[in-house]
């Protein structure tokens, strides 16, 4: 249930050896750059996983992806999460695909708020007819318009070896694993605590 996220990975990476052989053995051609690192990625990129999206959490009106905690992956999220381990993996061998699709990374951020905004304002006002398609759409927006960003940032701030980001990104994963027990225990400890939420959640963050 916890790593969830590791189990799909297994699934991704064995699929994807499925495809290159496939591919290979068919002789079908590298997909060109311009697909990949210009402007027009998000032709595809965009309306490819907000379909996805859009058979997730339909009836709550809830943001963003689905988790799937079953040995077999629900097809929704899987195949969401798939496009983006793809285009990954896609664009690993391209030189230069970093610096090209991170250049604009402030501009990306902006966009992402804005979207991100919009769509607090559709969930917000779903009693009024809003469709979840276009909490799909947008949706798809903030996640492609934030990895993009995010490369852009960690290209510009962090591309020098820095020994405290170092240990911090290296410690991630074990953090991921050990945070969940731990958290819990705090959530029940301070649950009962005469004092507001917002100290409260603090006091479970720190």
């Not at 979840?132 to 701030?157: P, V």
Request: glycine letters at 6%; one cysteine or more; hydrophobic letters at 55%.
């Amino acid at each position: 249930h916890h790593l969830w996220f590791l189990w799909f990975l297994c699934w991704f990476v064995c699929g994807f050896v499925l495809i290159v052989k496939l591919l290979q053995v068919m002789h079908v051609p590298a997909v060109s750059s311009r697909w990949l690192t210009s402007g027009t990625r998000y032709v595809w990129l965009i309306p490819l996983a907000a379909v996805p999206q859009s058979f997730m959490a339909s009836g709550s009106y809830d943001y963003g992806p689905d988790t799937s905690i079953g040995l077999l992956p629900l097809p929704a999220v899987f195949a969401y999460y798939a496009i983006f381990f793809g285009y990954g993996a896609i664009c690993f061998p391209h030189k230069g695909f970093h610096e090209k699709v991170g250049r604009f990374w402030p501009v990306y951020f902006a966009l992402a708020t804005i979207f991100f905004i919009a769509v607090l304002t559709i969930i917000e006002n779903k009693d009024e007819g809003s469709n979840y398609e276009l909490i799909s759409l947008y949706s798809s927006l903030f996640a492609w318009l934030m990895i993009f960003g995010l490369i852009g940032l960690f290209r510009k701030m962090f591309s020098q070896e820095n020994k405290k980001v170092r240990f911090v990104s290296d410690s991630a994963y074990w953090l991921y694993i050990a945070h969940l027990p731990l958290i819990q225990i705090i959530q029940f400890w301070v649950s009962d605590w005469p004092l507001p939420s917002f100290i409260k959640l603090m006091v479970v963050c720190i």
